[in-house]
């Protein structure tokens, strides 16, 4: 199928333009470990694989979620836990 053709591609790109792994242009994670070239955290987590907090959430939620959050507090408590955990990695 189609994800089969990309690895025929991707063997043939690699022939042709003699493409290697990664580990060959940055390292391995040790080796970048011992050469102190950790994650940059001084920046923000966006981007792809990031998830990001939507501006004005709760009022442009689904009348039933509105609904919701009025009536029990703690679902708005437990949607921002979600998303606290995803930003700290801990899910």
Not at 5 to 27: H, M, N, S, T
Not at 41 to 61: C, D
Request: proline letters at 4%.
């Amino acid at each position: 199928g189609i994800c089969h053709g990309a690895w025929v591609l991707a063997a043939i790109q690699k022939k042709a333009w003699g493409f290697q792994r990664d580990e060959v242009y940055i390292g391995t994670a040790e080796e970048r470990a011992k050469m102190n070239k950790g994650d940059d955290t001084a920046q923000p987590h966006v981007g792809v694989g990031h998830i990001a907090k939507l501006p004005n959430f709760a009022q442009n939620a689904p009348q039933s979620l509105k609904d919701l959050l009025e009536k029990d507090p703690s679902v708005g408590a437990y949607i921002n836990s979600i998303y606290d955990d995803l930003e700290s990695g801990k899910n």
